[in-house]
């Protein structure tokens, strides 16, 4: 009895199959793997390149506006303030409306 997996090849033809497989993507991310070409004012603004599927080559650049996880500095500065909340708050109040 022979063994088939779920596209009808032998085993030991689909282990090739994703060898091959791999390597082409291996392949296809050194050719196309993003270059990061400027960073400014500390990480806040960086200008990328890279080239597409049709080898066309692209640049951009980006802006952080946030983090995914911010930096234990940061954090500990956020915990600060969140433990220490402002006590009073001074408002003017709703403007008024123009007399009619």
Not at 22 to 27: F, I, L
Not at 76 to 84: D, S, V
Request: proline fraction near 8%; charge should be positive.
């Amino acid at each position: 009895m022979s063994i088939t997996l779920w596209d009808g090849l032998p085993p030991d033809e689909w282990e090739a199959r994703a060898r091959q497989i791999r390597e082409q993507e291996r392949e296809s991310v050194r050719r196309h793997r993003a270059r990061v070409v400027a960073v400014a004012d500390d990480g806040k603004y960086l200008s990328v390149s890279w080239t597409n599927d049709n080898g066309e080559r692209v640049s951009a650049d980006f802006r952080r506006i946030g983090w995914r996880k911010a930096p234990a500095k940061v954090l500990t500065e956020i915990h600060k303030a969140q433990a220490n909340p402002p006590r009073y708050v001074i408002h003017p109040g709703r403007p008024k409306a123009p007399a009619q």
